[in-house]
C-alpha cells in the first residue's frame, strides 16, 4: 500500500500521532489502521471532486467575470444522470462489503491466533482500572503489563457506571457496563509502554482516568508475575472498599493475592448475575 506509506510517512513526524491508531503495534491496531486508510482513500472519490471543483467554480462564476455569463439550458442526459449515481452507489457498496467482511477480522470477541492467550479481567472503577490477573491470583490498577508478541484475552465489567477502555495503539475501543461483560483481544508486536484510558465521560476525575500498558519480552513477563505474587499488598474486601471510591491514585499498585471471583462478585453487585443459568438452578 504505497499511498498508505506515503500518507504515514507525512505524519511520521508528529508524537501526538505516534501515539494513536496511526502508529499501531499490535496486529488489531494494524488492521484498524489500514482499514482507515483504505476507506479514507476510497472516500476521497467522494470528497476530492467537490474539494478541487468548489474553489473552480466560485472562480468562474465570479460576479466579475462578465465574459462568461451563466445561461444554463436543462436537458435530461444519461450521461450526467449516470455519473452522478453509478459511482456513489458503487461505492456505498463496494465500502459495505468491505467493512462487513473487516467487522469479522477485527471483532473485539475473536480469539487471536497464537499461543493460548494471557486472560485479565478488567474492572473500571470511578477514576482507575483495576486489572485481575485470575491465574496468578495477581492484581494491578492502572497499569496492565503483558508479554509481547501473546495474545491478551480481556474480559470487562464496570464497578460504577458504563465506561470505554481505548488502548489506540493495540486495539479499538470497548464499552465496560455494570452487570455485563464485554470482551476485547489484543496483543503487542514488541515491548514497548502504551496509553490506554477510559473515553466515556464520568465525572471529575475522567481526566486522570489513563493507565499504561507495558508490554515486556516474556522471559520479563515471567518474572514480573513472580515478583507481584510475592507482594505484600493484598486485595481484599476492605481493600476494595478503598479502591472503589470516589478517588484518583497517584502512581500504579500491584496486588497479590485477590479475594477470589472478584470480578464475579462485581458483577453480581452490580446486577449482573440474577439471570445467569447457576443462579436459577440454585
Ligand atoms: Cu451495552
Redesign the pocket.
Known amino acids: 500500500m504505497t499511498s498508505a506509506s506515503f500518507l504515514m510517512l507525512g505524519l511520521a513526524g508528529c508524537t501526538a500521532l505516534s501515539h494513536g491508531f496511526l502508529n499501531p503495534q499490535g496486529p488489531v491496531a494494524g488492521h484498524e489502521r489500514d482499514l482507515f486508510v483504505t476507506v479514507s482513500i476510497v472516500l476521497l472519490f467522494v470528497a476530492g471532486p467537490v474539494l478541487l471543483l468548489t474553489p473552480l467554480f466560485a472562480w468562474h462564476y465570479r460576479l466579475s467575470n462578465r465574459g462568461d455569463a451563466y445561461r444554463p439550458k436543462w436537458n435530461f442526459s444519461w450521461w450526467v444522470e449516470a455519473l452522478i449515481w453509478i459511482p456513489p452507489a458503487g461505492i456505498v457498496i463496494g465500502l459495505a462489503i468491505l467493512l462487513w467482511h473487516w467487522t469479522q477480522i477485527d471483532d473485539p470477541y475473536r480469539r487471536l491466533p497464537g499461543a493460548a492467550p494471557i486472560e485479565v479481567q478488567a474492572i473500571a472503577l470511578d477514576w482507575k482500572w483495576v486489572f485481575v490477573y485470575p491465574d496468578l491470583d495477581v492484581a494491578a490498577v492502572d497499569r496492565l503489563v503483558i508479554p509481547a508478541g501473546r495474545p491478551v484475552h480481556i474480559r470487562l465489567t464496570s464497578g460504577t457506571v458504563?465506561q470505554s477502555m481505548l488502548i489506540p495503539q493495540l486495539a479499538g475501543q470497548i464499552?465496560a457496563?455494570g452487570g455485563?461483560t464485554?470482551e476485547l483481544n489484543i496483543q503487542a508486536h514488541r515491548p514497548g509502554r502504551f496509553r490506554g484510558e477510559n473515553t466515556q465521560y464520568n465525572g471529575a476525575g475522567f481526566q486522570h482516568q489513563k493507565f499504561v500498558v507495558v508490554a515486556v519480552p516474556s522471559a520479563d513477563y515471567d518474572c514480573w508475575a513472580a515478583a507481584a505474587r510475592r507482594g505484600k499488598r493484598t486485595l481484599d474486601a476492605q481493600t476494595w472498599r478503598r479502591l472503589s471510591a470516589r478517588s484518583i491514585i497517584a502512581l500504579p499498585v500491584e496486588f497479590a493475592h485477590v479475594t477470589p471471583n472478584l470480578f464475579e462478585r462485581v458483577l453480581e453487585t452490580t446486577g449482573g448475575m440474577s439471570h445467569s443459568p447457576t443462579k436459577a438452578a440454585r
Open positions: 458504563m464499552y457496563m455485563m464485554t
